[in-house]
């Protein structure tokens, strides 16, 4: 009435999670191969575009990247970790924006220059980013 089952060897026992992360490996495999396999003649055609500004632009690029690199260890930054950071750094600037001692004690002091230069510099981020989501310097493209 009742079967026995086989008994299973160790070396045949297989777990799902390896199965699974052996599959995610071979898929992301095949994607990046694709991804090359379909961008190298993009490139190709782009270093022929640029002729002979393609070394020094490659190079000024490698040393922006090494620059920001720089920068961003020496600066210690890091991106958020958690919500509540994120809160509070915004709950503080609306704070000082809302409170007018804050600005009487800048323009005292005269920090109000440098709050002046990062407002220009939220204000260009702010517009360059308008520019490229438009895809277009002034106005949208309605063709």
């Known amino acids: 009435m009742f079967r026995l089952a086989r008994p299973v060897h160790p070396s045949r026992l297989r777990f799902a999670s390896t199965s699974t992360q052996q599959r995610a490996q071979e898929s992301l495999t095949k994607s990046l191969e694709y ?20 070394q020094p632009l490659l190079y000024n690029l ?8 720089q920068i961003y260890i020496a600066e210690n930054l890091a991106p ?24 009487r004690t800048i323009l005292s002091n005269g920090e109000w220059a440098r ?26 493209d309605l063709h």
């Open 62 to 69: 490698s040393v922006t990247r090494e620059l920001l690199r």
């Open 35 to 54: 991804v090359k396999k379909t961008l190298t003649p993009v490139g190709d055609r782009v270093g022929v575009l640029l002729g002979s500004y393609r």
């Open 115 to 140: 709050v002046g230069v990062y407002a220009v510099e939220a204000y260009g981020i702010f517009k360059i980013g308008e520019i490229l989501g438009r895809r277009s310097l002034v106005g949208y």
């Open 80 to 103: 958020p970790r958690s919500l509540s950071a994120v809160l509070d750094a915004y709950s503080t600037l609306w704070t000082r924006v809302r409170d007018v001692g804050y600005w």
